[in-house]
């Protein structure tokens, strides 16, 4: 691991101003994905911000009836929190399906929301990767594929976002607060958050640079059966192959969100009018435009078969 300075911010303010004024800057809070990207030196910050004083680490409901989930609220609470289980069973049982109980403990709301792709490829510093450093090619293009995506992808990457959580808050139509280093509040909807590769696969969100989360709001319960269902080559500490994150309502109609085939959280809320007519149908407008390899050409049948499990599910 190379040398860093750090320091500790207490406000939102100092943590924005101090990312902006240095760009080999990195906020840290639990450290779950950053310190093993430091340890291969694929990330380099030469200065840690550390957040963690920051009193970021609420759950409140919000006016409108909604839900705000501050950044730093840890995933075992987030899970465990009682609103949560109620109202957005979808959000628990998604947090409940990632990483290790260990990991939660100690992992953000921010942090999952920004965790960087496992690809292979990515995590092999001798291997060419856009993401890692853009312009020297994308190994996993027509390498070991089976695990990267099949929709939303580019000539300069095919990596898939590993985050539950965010796949999970995509079908619940979250957004995502902000404060910049002026002190300039945004409110992101996640849709928007994550970015797919095009040409520039190393600008994975939405955020600008100094650009602070503070927070998640969920719009008011929306009702329905709520069900995250993930398939995973192995039961417990895995990433998904595919993943779907459904509210389904009484009369057929619903929001689903997929993991584990694209870049960002994949949802297609043109797609969801094919509901009511099956799985199949709805599978073939959400992943029209896939891609796929050879190797990850399974994924687009997975997807149609985990959406019919999940609308058997609802349907009791």
Known sequence: MRAFTYER?????????AAAQNPDAKFIAGGTNLLDLMKLEIEKPSHLIDVNGISLGSIEKTQDGGLRIGALVRNTDLAADETVRRDYALLSRALVAGASGQLRNKATTAGNLLQRTRCPYF?????PC????????CSA????????????????????HPSDMAVAMRALDAMVETVKPDGAKRAIPIADFHRLPG???HIETALERGEF????????PVGG??????????ASYAFALVSVAAVIQPDGSGNVAVGGVAHKPWRVEAAETELPKGARAMASALLADARPTEQNKFKIRLTERTIGAVLSEARG
């Open 9 to 17: 911010a207490s406000t939102v303010e100092a943590a924005a101003t």
């Open 123 to 127: 995590y092999d510093p001798n291997q």
């Open 130 to 137: 856009n993401k890692r450093q853009p312009g020297s090619g």
């Open 141 to 160: 293009i027509g390498g070991v594929t089976r695990q990267l995506g099949v929709v939303g992808v580019s000539d300069a990457c095919i990596a898939t």
């Open 199 to 201: 040409d520039t696969p």
């Open 213 to 220: 989360i503070t927070g998640v709001t969920l719009p008011a």
């Open 225 to 234: 059966k709520q069900i995250y269902r993930k398939v995973r080559d192995r």
